[in-house]
C-alpha cells in the first residue's frame, strides 16, 4: 500500500507538470490566434498569411505535441498503477497458496477466502489512484480559473467620495509613474488647472502627454506624489463617479459593432432623439448620418470599421458633448480630421471646452494657441508653461517646436 501510494503521488505530480504545459500551450495559442484574427487587415495589406499560418501552425503543433505527451504520460502512468497493484496481488495470492500447500493451519478454504477478499481490494486500490489523479488534473485546468479570480479588480476604498457636481481645479503634486520598473515617464509633475480653465499639454511623441489623462482618469495609480481634485486626492473619490465627470475624447476610438445613434447616445443613455441629434450637428457629423438612407440606424460594424479615421472622431466628439460632463480631455481629438471639418468643429470643441475645465492634448500647435495656458512636456517633465504669446517670447523648446511647425 505504500509502495502504491509513494508511486500514485510521484506519476500524478509529474502528470500535473504536464497537464501545466499543455494548459500554456493552449493559452499562447489562444492568442496567437486572436491576435492574427484582430489584425486581419494589417496581415493583408503585407500579404502575409502564409507566414501567419505557418505562426499559427507552430503554436499548434507545439500544443498537439504537449497533449500527445501527457496522454501517454496518462496511459503510462494507469499501466503502472494496474502493473504495482497486479504484482502485489500476485504475490500475495502466491505466498497464501504457499501456506496452504505448505501444510500449516492455512486451509484451502482459508486460501479461497483470502483471494476473495483481495480481488475485492483490487478495484477500491485502484479507484483510489485513478481518483487522486483526476483530482490533481481537474486542479490545473481549474487554475487558469483561479488566477482569474485573483486578478486584481478596480476597488475603491471603503471610504470613497463621489466628485462634487461643481468644477473645481485640478493638480498633480510632483507626480512621479512609470509603466514597469526600469522607465520613468512623468518625473515630479506639478502643475494646477484652474475650474474653468483651457489648458494645453504639449511635447514630443513618447514624453508621457496621454499618460497624464490616463492617471487623472485612474486606469493607472501614481507612484508618487498625488492628484487632487477639489482638494480631494482622486485615489479618495471613486472611479464611476470621477469617470462620469469627464469627457474624453482620445486618439484610440473604440466603437460597438451597434448604430451610429447607439454609439452617440452612449455619452447619455437617457437622452432625447432631438439631444443626441444637436451633439451631433456640434461635432459636424448629422449631415453625414442623414446622408445614410438608414440614417442614425446605420450601423457602424466591429470597431467601427465601416467608418473613416475622422468620422469615429466626430462619433466621438458629438458623445463626449452629449455627456455635458464637468471637465474635458481631448487627447488629439482632431487629428485625423482634415483642415476644413476641423475648422468646422473646433469652435465646437473650444465651446465646449469654454465653460469647462479642460486639459487639451495636441501635436498641432494651431489647435492650442487659444488655451489660457500651455505646458510644454519634455522627457517627462513640465519644462516651460504660459500662453502662446508667452511661450513664443521665450525662444524656448515651445518657440522651437512653433518655427517646425510652420516650416
Ligand atoms: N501601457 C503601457 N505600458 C508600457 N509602456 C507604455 C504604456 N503606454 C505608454 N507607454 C510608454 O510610455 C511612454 C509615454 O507614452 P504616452 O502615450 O503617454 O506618450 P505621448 O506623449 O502621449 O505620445 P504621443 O504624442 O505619441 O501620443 C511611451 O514611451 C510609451 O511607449
Known amino acids: 500500500m505504500v509502495v502504491y501510494t509513494v508511486a500514485n503521488v510521484w506519476l500524478s505530480n509529474r502528470h500535473t507538470k504536464l497537464r501545466e504545459k499543455v494548459l500554456e500551450a493552449e493559452k499562447e495559442t489562444g492568442s496567437i490566434q486572436s491576435d ?44 503502472s498503477q494496474r502493473s504495482i497493484i497486479d504484482v502485489f496481488t500476485s504475490i500475495a495470492t502466491l505466498l497464501a497458496a504457499y501456506a496452504a500447500f505448505s501444510g500449516n493451519d492455512f486451509t484451502a478454504g482459508d486460501f479461497i477466502l483470502f483471494t476473495t477478499y483481495l480481488v475485492q481490494l483490487y478495484n477500491p486500490f485502484y479507484n483510489l489512484g485513478y481518483a487522486y489523479r483526476e483530482f490533481k488534473k481537474a486542479l490545473v485546468d481549474m487554475k487558469q480559473m483561479f488566477e482569474f479570480l485573483d486578478e486584481e479588480v478596480e476597488q475603491d476604498d471603503e471610504d470613497a467620495q463621489d466628485l462634487p457636481e461643481n468644477q473645481c481645479s ?107 441629434e444637436e451633439a451631433s450637428k456640434a461635432a459636424a457629423i448629422h449631415d453625414f448620418i442623414i446622408s445614410h438612407s438608414d440614417g442614425y440606424n446605420t450601423q457602424v460594424g466591429q470597431k467601427g470599421i465601416k467608418l473613416s479615421g475622422g468620422e469615429k472622431q466626430r462619433v466621438s466628439i458629438a458623445r463626449a458633448i452629449l455627456k455635458k460632463p464637468q471637465y474635458i480631455l481631448l487627447d488629439e481629438a482632431t487629428s485625423a480630421l482634415d483642415n476644413q471639418t476641423e475648422k468646422a468643429i473646433q469652435d465646437n470643441l473650444n465651446e465646449l471646452c469654454k465653460s469647462r475645465t479642460s486639459l487639451i492634448i495636441a501635436h498641432r500647435l494651431t489647435t492650442v494657441t487659444h488655451a489660457d495656458r500651455i505646458f510644454v512636456l519634455e522627457k517627462g517633465k513640465i519644462v516651460e508653461s504660459g500662453n502662446h504669446k508667452e511661450l513664443l517670447e521665450m525662444k524656448g523648446v515651445y518657440y522651437d517646436m512653433w518655427e517646425q511647425h510652420n516650416k
Do not use: W
Not at 42 to 56: I, L, Q
Not at 220 to 227: A, H, L, R, T, Y
Open 36 to 79: 492574427s484574427i484582430n489584425n486581419h487587415q494589417t496581415v493583408k495589406y503585407f500579404a502575409a498569411e502564409k507566414h501567419e499560418s505557418e505562426r499559427y501552425g507552430k503554436y499548434v503543433d507545439e500544443l498537439k505535441n504537449r497533449d500527445f505527451a501527457a496522454d501517454v504520460y496518462g496511459l503510462k502512468m494507469t499501466f
Open 170 to 276: 485640478i493638480t498633480f503634486n510632483k507626480v512621479k509613474f512609470g509603466y514597469g520598473e526600469e522607465k520613468l515617464i512623468l518625473d515630479e509633475v506639478d502643475f494646477t488647472i484652474n475650474a474653468g480653465e483651457t489648458v494645453a499639454l504639449v511635447g514630443p511623441s513618447g514624453s508621457g502627454k496621454s499618460t497624464i489623462y490616463r492617471l487623472l482618469l485612474r486606469f493607472f495609480e501614481v507612484q508618487e506624489g498625488s492628484i487632487e481634485i477639489c482638494g480631494l486626492n482622486i485615489r479618495k473619490i471613486s472611479r464611476k463617479s470621477l469617470r462620469k465627470h469627464f469627457g474624453i475624447v482620445s486618439q484610440d476610438i473604440e466603437l460597438f459593432n451597434d448604430t451610429i445613434e447607439y454609439n452617440i447616445r452612449y455619452g447619455d443613455i437617457e437622452a432625447s432623439q432631438e439631444q443626441v
